[in-house]
Structures are given as C-alpha cells and as structure tokens.
C-alpha cells in the first residue's frame, strides 16, 4: 500500500524531517540523512555561507532531498520574508520553514507575525510550513492563509521533552486539513511514535540526533519510530482505557 | 525598568555573608533544580561549590548540547583606533601612557578587511579606545561602510553610547555591541576610573539597555575580573544578563569571562581568579541562563581554552590582535601598543582544526545583512 505525503505536490516516502543545526560536523548531516532515509531536511540561510571555500552544508545534502531553507534569526515578519526571499535568490528552491522568534530564551515562535510571513510568501509562489505554537485559531489562519502545512512544536526548542503539547496537537489534527507536523522538543524515537499514531503527518528532528553520541544509528531510530508510528495510526489503535475491561461481558445475556 | 534598581537590591555586605554560608547541600540543590533562582546562581558562586565542580561541568555541558548543540561560533576582534581619553588604573591603552594614538584611514580598515576575510571569518567585532574626539561615531559609521562588503554580521565594542546613536549604527549595518561594565561595584569602578568620562557608572550600566532599546540584535557584557571580588562580579553580571534577557527576548544575550591579562600598564589585580574558578564561572553562568551565550576570547591560553569549550562556551575569537592594525600594518615605530597581551595566538585555520579535531563544528558565519 502506498502511503506518501503530499506536501506542495511533492510526495515523500519518508515522513521524518531533518534539522542540521547543532552536528558536530557538516558531514553528518549526509549520514543521517543517507541512514534514515529522510527526504525533507532544513537549513538556517544564516549559517550558509557561499562565498566560503571550506564545506558548505548544501554540498552534504544529496539531490534526493528536498531542501527546506528556515527564517531562523527572524524577529519579525519582515525579516523572515525577507531572508525567505534571499533564499530563493540564492538558489535554495521555494520551500520555506517559516521561522520568527522574538523571544531568545525560550525560543518559542510569534504567531502573529508568522501568519504575516505565510500570507506574504504564499503569495509569492513558496511552499510555506509555519513553525507555530499549537493554536487551533492560528493553525485555520495559516491554513487560510495558504500555508502548504503547519508545524506545532511538541516542546520548546532543544528541549528533549517530548509532546508536551499532546492536547492542542490533537485537536489541530482533528480540526486542520494540512499535514500537521511535529517540529520542536521531541526527544525521542517512543516520542516520534506517539506523534505518529496520533495522526501527525511527520516529525521534524534536530537536537535529539545532534545531542545523541551517534547521531546516525539515532537517526535510523527515529526512522523507524516514525514508520512504526505511522502503521499503528493506519492499523486504527483500540482505544485506551485507565481499567482494566471484564472478559466476560455484563450484558450478554441481554443478547442471549 | 532600568538595571539600577535591580543593582541597588543587593546590598555587598550581605553579599559576603550569604557567600560565606552556603552549605553543599544548597549548592546541590542548585544545581539539580530546573530553574535556579538568583540565590541559588550566588550559592554555585560560592565557595562551597568548589567541590560540585564535576557535577556543574556536567550539567553546564548537556545544558549547552540541548540548546546550541557542539557548534561554536569564530569572530575577530579588529581595532580602529587606540585614542583614548580615560585614564583607567588597569588597561594598555590608558592616557596616563605617553603615545601617540592610531587611527586606521578607511583604505587601512579595507585592507585588515580583506586578509580578515581571507580567514573565512564572517563575524567581526570592531573595537576603538575611549575618544569620541578621535573616533567619533561618524568615523565608526565610515567603517562600517566599508566592513559591510566584507563581513555578514559586525559587532561594535566602543564607549558607551546614547540610544540614538546605537540607532544610527545599528541602520549603518551594526548588529552586535559588545560592552563590559568592568566592574559592578560603585566604589571601585570609581577607583580604577580615575578621570574621564568613562568615570560615569550609571551611564555605562545603562548602554546595555539602550542598545537594546535601539534594536540591537546581540548583547554581550561581562565584568573584568581581577578588579573585584569575583564572585560578586559575576553574580551581577549574571543578574544583568538575566535583566537584559527578560528586557529584550528578541535579543541574544551573552556574557564574557575576561581575566584581567598582564597590560602595557603596571597595574595589580585586586583579586586572582584561578583556571577552577573560571570553570566554576562558567558552568554556574550556564546553569543559572540556559540560552545565554558564552564568549572566550584569546586572553585565555590556548589548552585551557580548548578545556573550556565542553562547559558552555558558544562563542570564539581566533587570530586575534589587540593592535590598531595588528593584521596587515607594520608597527610604526617600535612595537605595537596593545590593549592587552594575547595568550592564544592561534590563527582561524588552527582554531578551526581544533575545533573539528574536538568534535565541535566552526561556525563562520550566523547570520546575515537582511
């Protein structure tokens, strides 16, 4: 059975995205991706340099991947379109992780000025995915708004923490017709699995690769997590009770 | 609200008492605690928390993995012009040295520009002494003109300056301020000020703020140590940081470590902080402020800096010069004049090897003129 994602008329296999802020070497971010699989990868245009004769991390990314540039640095949406649109000029395609945090210490996103970027840049033809707290309001904005999906963060950023945000996710899978996609604070592959099987269309990961001593055997880990995820949420999970259910029935005789 | 009151809380002599009392227990306590108060920052500055030194390290160092992840990002350090008009007890470029001051011409500040780049390096911290006379800001703004075609992102360490003209640089291309109280406690910054307009506390307490009222995108401060008992000196640094942070979350903040390096002058420290203790700093520092950026400059050795890294550093510098022209300039006569004496003189290619060979990723460049 086939089971791709369509995101902008693109369809992908897999459904792991990859962040490459925080390797210890711009050549990892070619292992993992190679190890996991993973078609969709990010890159702040604020760490590309293309004037620089050392390794540029777009040369380890191979041609199968879609690249998704992000705003990272964007206080507001000025800025992010602006660094989007710089993007494009430099030849980095037209999808964009739309990224604007005007808040350092907890590195949690504006969603005011996130849904500024996403109606400027659908509108100029960009395949947007708004990093975004998990609002439902916002979440039917951006959509209107003509963003290609939506990405909630499961806890803040670097975190670890997993979905912490289980609750407003839920909801926004239920509500919003976009694939809605973890991005942020999830730590590890069990915590990929459960956005999975809760209908998430993919998880974006860096930090629990990066941090991790092998961040490829962690990036095949969380591969799997995320198929596993996904054929239990396709299988159709039981529902989940706190007691434990009698085997024989109270009303049976009802039916005898 | 400005930092003042925040400063004026603290009163010093209970400062010393709550040094003095801190059980290991506390320093425990404050370690293990997710969110420390600024109690528990001061009790990881004490004494007692020596001991815990390992513990710190490793929390410091998963603290710093989560949020920056094993990247470190290279700037240099480039001097204009050495005029300075202050006389301070403690540094090379004091007026109280008989010298004739330096001040690059802009096709001087085109050619350190071109062999900085030819390292790489895209982050650059321009740096003048204490003269608006000598190097007003017209003249740091020409420079700037000049450095934009060359470096992606420019950071300014000069005197303090008023909101509008952070304003002025920041729309010329500046998107940095690097500024350092010296030293937090009123009496001595008094002391080792002994004239100048430098001499005006409240007026370089308040910089910070004002720059980042003026929109400036990263903050670095620190306290000069060695002027001060340290442990209170970086306690407010930290509670300054902490300010800066909650005042400004669009900003980066981050804070330096410098020890006061052998200078020109004959001056002697008022304390020694030794290398545990810049580890304790360190670490107590990532602690108390997750997300706050470390710098360490090269007025640390080189071994001890590479030791460092793992704690918390974020931040840099490599091939660095305190000389007005120390790149590409010959001395004019004589030795350079510096500011202070570089301990590791490692140039960026070095600095990036090691990096690599420690398992951390050089960063060149982070961000961009947008």
């Keep these: 059975m086939s089971d791709l994602l369509n995101i902008g008329g693109k369809e992908l296999a897999s459904r792991l995205f990859v962040g490459t802020g925080k390797f210890a070497r711009k050549s990892l971010v070619r292992e993992v991706l190679e190890r996991s699989g993973a078609e969709v990868v990010t890159v702040a245009l604020r760490r590309v340099d293309a004037d620089s004769e050392d390794e540029n991390i777009l040369d380890h990314i191979p041609e199968r991947c879609i690249l998704m540039p992000n705003t990272s640095g964007a206080r507001n949406a000025e800025e992010a379109v602006r660094i989007a649109r710089l993007a494009r000029a430099a030849g980095c395609g037209s999808w964009i992780k739309v990224e604007v945090i005007a808040d350092n210490k907890y590195l949690l996103p504006d969603n005011t000025e996130t849904l500024k970027t996403v109606e400027i840049l659908a509108g100029e033809g960009f395949t947007v995915l708004p990093y975004m707290n998990p609002d439902l309001t916002a979440a039917r904005r951006m959509q209107d708004a003509g963003a290609a999906a939506i990405m909630p963060l499961g806890a803040p950023i670097g975190t670890n923490r997993g979905l912490r945000t289980r609750e407003l996710v839920e909801i926004l899978v239920e509500e919003i017709a976009l694939p809605v996609i973890v991005d942020a604070g999830i730590g590890s592959p069990s915590e990929a699995a459960e956005c999975m099987e809760l209908g998430c269309a993919a998880v974006l990961v860096n930090t629990a690769l990066a941090a991790s001593e092998d961040p490829v055997s962690m990036a095949e880990a969380f591969s799997l997590a995320v198929k596993a995820g996904r054929l239990a949420y396709l299988a159709g999970k039981g529902p989940k009770t706190k007691e434990a259910e009698a085997s024989s029935p109270l009303t049976g005789f009802l039916r005898g | ?370």
Excluded at chain 2, 74 to 103: I, Q, W
Excluded at chain 2, 110 to 136: N, Q, V, Y
Excluded at chain 2, 188 to 194: A, E, G, I, L, S
Excluded at chain 2, 324 to 344: C, M, N, R, S, W
Aim: proline share 4%.
């Design chain 2, 1 to 370: 609200m400005s930092f003042i009151p925040i400063y004026d809380k603290y009163d010093n002599t209970d400062l010393e008492a709550f040094l003095d009392s801190v059980s290991v227990k506390h320093v425990e306590r404050a370690v293990r605690s997710g969110r420390p108060g600024e109690k528990d920052f001061l009790a990881m500055l004490s004494p007692a928390a020596e001991g815990l030194i390992e513990e710190m390290a490793q929390r410091a160092h998963r603290l710093t993995l989560k949020n920056f992840g094993r990247v470190i990002q290279l700037y240099t350090p480039m001097y204009l012009a050495d005029h300075c008009e202050n006389d301070c007890a403690y540094c090379g470029f004091s007026s109280r040295g008989v010298r004739a001051g330096r001040k690059l011409t802009l096709e001087e500040v085109e050619k350190e520009a071109e062999f900085i780049s030819s390292t790489g390096l895209k982050h650059l911290l321009i740096l003048t002494g204490g003269s608006r006379k000598a190097s007003p800001v017209s003249y740091i703004k020409e420079c700037v003109g000049v450095l934009k075609a060359y470096f992606s992102s420019i950071s300014i360490e000069v005197y303090a300056l008023s909101g509008e003209e952070y304003r002025e640089l920041i729309s010329a291309g500046v998107d940095g301020l690097t500024i350092y109280q010296e030293v937090y406690d009123r009496g001595v910054y008094d002391k080792v000020h002994v004239s100048g307009v430098k001499k005006n506390y409240e007026f370089r307490l308040e910089a910070p703020e004002r720059a980042g009222r003026a929109g400036m995108r990263t903050i670095n401060i620190g306290a000069l140590l060695g002027l001060n008992d340290w442990r209170k000196e970086v306690f407010f640094t930290g509670l300054h940081a902490a300010y800066l942070q909650k005042e400004f979350p669009a900003a980066e903040i981050s804070v330096s470590v410098p020890r006061l390096r052998p200078c020109s002058g004959d001056f002697l420290p008022a304390c020694t902080v030794s290398e545990v203790e810049v580890a304790q700093i360190l670490t107590a520092f990532r602690i108390f402020l997750p997300r706050v950026g470390i710098t360490l400059s090269t007025r640390e050795g080189a071994r001890f800096r590479e030791n460092l890294i793992p704690l918390g550093v974020t931040r840099m510098s490599a091939g660095s010069t305190t000389a007005v022209g120390g790149h590409t300039l010959k001395a004019p006569d004589g030795p350079y004049i510096t500011q202070f004496d570089i301990a590791d003189r490692r140039d960026v290619a070095e600095i990036r090897a090691m990096l690599k060979e420690k398992g951390y990723q050089p960063v060149l460049k982070d961000w961009m003129d947008i």
